[in-house]
């Protein structure tokens, strides 16, 4: 299993320009999620997903949009990028039945600077 | 979400045993106490999590007081490789939607 993946690694936007950040896992995980970490601080949670067609919303949710419409894939999208949200993002998976619903797997980050 | 209270930063000697508290006086009955780290540039991952009872795995120790309004994550004997941010998270045991939320976590430095 490649676990979760995350593309791209690094990015660096304009202000204004949109994009997308792709995370996909192959470990068939209901659960997945985006969190946003700044210099410094502790993970916020921007959206989630309980699966396929189910999304909402967590701590930090404003200028970014999600879908899902697989199970694997959960990409989130910046529709107008602002400086505010140069950041390292972490995507992330869980099962959410029985006793593997205690761990959730996360990627390995994608950096992105709006300049 | 019920919030957790831990240390800003922490230091260990090298194959020394290391308690990391965490403080949750508003945790619910059905909250479970997880553990994640995070190494430098990379992602958390999973350590240990626990309700009520003692738990050991491979990689810690977590060991919950009587009243669950604190815990503390040990491990054994600290490795360079053990320098990381840990975070002690509370996870709605009912009703469980998967989410976890994160405070600022212990900055743990282990010496040579």
């Known amino acids: 299993n490649a676990g979760v993946t995350q593309t791209p690694k690094f990015q660096v936007l304009k202000t204004g320009q949109s994009m997308t950040l792709q995370c996909a896992q192959d470990m068939n995980h209901e659960y997945m999620s985006w969190y946003r970490q700044d210099p410094g601080m502790g993970l916020r949670l921007i959206h989630y997903?309980?699966?396929?067609?189910?999304?909402d919303q967590g701590e930090v949710p404003n200028g970014y949009n999600v879908s899902r419409s697989t199970t694997e894939d959960f990409p989130l999208r910046l529709l107008s990028a602002a400086p505010s949200q140069t950041s390292v993002y972490f995507c992330a998976s869980s099962s959410l039945s029985g006793r593997r619903d205690n761990e959730q797997f996360f990627g390995p980050g994608t950096r992105l600077t709006v300049l | 979400d019920a919030k957790t209270t831990q240390p800003n930063s922490m230091e260990s000697n090298e194959e020394e045993p290391v308690h990391l508290p965490c403080n949750h006086s508003t945790i619910s009955g059905t909250d479970y106490i997880h553990w994640y780290r995070q190494l430098p540039s990379q992602g958390p991952e999973y350590v240990i999590h626990?309700?009520?009872s003692n738990v050991n795995n491979r990689m810690a120790s977590l060991a919950i007081a009587e009243d669950r309004k604190s815990s503390t994550l040990i491990l054994h004997r600290a490795t360079l490789r053990d320098a990381a941010v840990y975070y002690c998270i509370l996870r709605a045991g009912s009703g469980n939607t998967g989410k976890l939320i994160f405070g600022q976590g212990t900055t743990l430095q282990v010496k040579p």
């Open positions: 997903s309980v699966g396929a067609g189910i999304t």
């Open positions: 626990g309700l009520t």
